[in-house]
């Protein structure tokens, strides 16, 4: 089993930034890709960012440019730094874990095996 726990989340301005934080802890060298989704109200939930475990990234058109996904292997920890965020970045954000490789693209939701309970993300006008 895994756990994962996320901190970092608050409140900012459009334009700020924010860098959220998941720990991971139990048998962690079972994940061989990590990834950060995203939940606003009303939305469905979706990929933001993947990490495989040698590293090779992928992000949503709607984040790349602002968004960099990176890893801890030491720590044991995922990190998403968050930049120039927008109004329509406001949503609970998630880190996941899989057992699979992430593969081409976003790790698909049917795929990850770990959640963490999740962080609020709010960028305001």
């Known amino acids: 089993q895994v756990q994962l726990v996320e901190s970092g989340g608050g409140s900012v301005q459009a334009g700020g930034s924010l860098r959220l934080s998941c720990a991971a802890s139990?048998?962690?060298?079972?994940?061989?890709?990590m990834a950060w989704f995203r939940q606003a109200p009303g939305k469905e939930r979706e990929g933001v960012a993947s990490?495989?475990?040698?590293?090779?990234?992928n992000y949503a058109d709607s984040v790349k440019g602002r968004f960099s996904i990176s890893k801890d292997n030491v720590e044991n920890r995922l990190y998403l730094q968050m930049n120039s965020l927008k109004t329509e970045d406001t949503a609970m954000y998630y880190c996941?874990?899989?057992?699979?490789?992430?593969?081409?693209?976003?790790?698909?939701?049917?795929?990850?095996?770990?959640w963490g309970q999740g962080t609020q993300v709010t960028a305001s006008s």
């Open positions: 996941a874990g899989s057992r699979f490789r992430c593969g081409f693209g976003l790790l698909p939701q049917g795929a990850t095996n770990y």
């Open positions: 139990g048998s962690t060298s079972s994940l061989h890709c």
């Open positions: 990490i495989n475990d040698d590293g090779a990234t």
